[in-house]
C-alpha cells in the first residue's frame, strides 16, 4: 500500500476516534434523566455537538480525506483546492485559538475529554496540514481564491449568531453576546465583532501564506 494511503488511514483513525471519544463525553454529561440539570434529548444533544468548530471541521476533514480515497460524487466539493486549503486554514484557526485561548483555563478533565482534546486540536490540524503541504496537488490556487477560502468559517459564525438567541447557547464565549468579565458589562455585538475580526484577519493572513506556499511547491515540483 503506498505511503500516502497509509497517512490517510492513519489520518482518518485519529480524527474518527477524536470525535467518538468527544462525543461520549457530551452524551455522558447530558443524558436524559430525571436527575440531571443539563439533560437533553438525543437530537438536541446532537445538534449541540455540532455547534462547535473543533468537531465540524474535523468532519470536514475527514470528508476530504474520504475525497482523496474514493470517486465518490458528493465529495466533489471537498476535492477542490479551494477548499482544501481553506480547511487548513481552518484547522489552524482551531489548533491555535484552543491552545493559546482555551487550554490555559482547562485543568483536572476526564481522561476521555483530554484524549479527545489532543487528537482533535493537535493531532489531526498537524496531520492535515502535513497532508496538504505533501500529498496535495498544488498550483492552481491565485491570489483572488483568498475570499472563498474564508466562506465556510464566516458561515459558521452566522450559524452560530442565528441559533445563540434561539437556543440560549453559544459554543465559545468570543461569539456570546451576552458574555461578561466579572464586575464589566456584557460584549454584546460590537465585543462579538472586534473578537471575530481579529480572528477573521488572523486567518485571512494565514491563507495569503498558504496560496504562496502552494505557487511555490508547483514550481518546485516542475521538472527542469
Do not use: K
Not at 480525506?65 to 466539493?77: H, I, K, P, V
Amino acid at each position: 500500500m503506498p505511503l500516502r494511503s497509509w497517512y490517510l488511514g492513519l489520518a482518518i483513525a485519529m480524527g474518527a476516534v477524536g470525535l467518538a471519544l468527544d462525543f461520549e463525553a457530551i452524551a455522558g454529561t447530558m443524558i436524559v434523566g430525571p436527575h440531571n440539570p443539563v439533560a437533553r434529548s438525543f437530537g438536541n444533544m446532537l445538534v449541540y455537538y455540532w455547534t462547535f468548530l473543533t468537531n465540524l471541521s474535523n468532519l470536514a476533514l475527514l470528508l476530504t480525506y474520504l475525497s482523496a480515497l474514493t470517486t465518490w460524487r458528493w465529495l466533489g466539493w471537498f476535492r477542490h483546492p479551494v477548499t482544501r486549503a481553506g480547511m487548513a486554514g481552518i484547522i489552524a484557526l482551531v489548533m491555535g485559538f484552543y491552545h493559546f485561548m482555551l487550554a490555559p483555563a482547562l485543568h483536572d478533565l476526564p481522561e476521555t475529554i483530554t484524549v479527545s482534546n489532543i487528537l482533535l486540536h493537535y493531532c489531526t490540524p498537524v496531520l492535515f496540514l502535513l497532508w496538504w503541504l505533501v500529498f496535495s496537488a498544488h498550483g492552481t490556487l491565485r491570489w483572488r481564491d483568498m475570499p472563498m477560502m474564508l466562506v465556510p468559517g464566516l458561515t459558521y459564525v452566522g450559524y452560530v449568531l442565528v441559533r445563540g438567541p434561539i437556543a440560549g447557547e453559544y459554543p465559545y464565549t468570543i461569539l456570546d453576546p451576552t458574555f461578561a468579565l466579572p464586575g464589566q458589562a456584557p460584549q454584546g455585538y460590537p465585543g462579538v465583532a472586534i473578537g471575530v475580526g481579529v480572528l477573521v484577519a488572523m486567518v485571512a493572513i494565514f491563507d495569503l501564506l498558504l496560496i504562496g506556499i502552494d505557487g511555490l511547491i508547483a514550481r518546485r515540483r516542475q521538472p527542469a
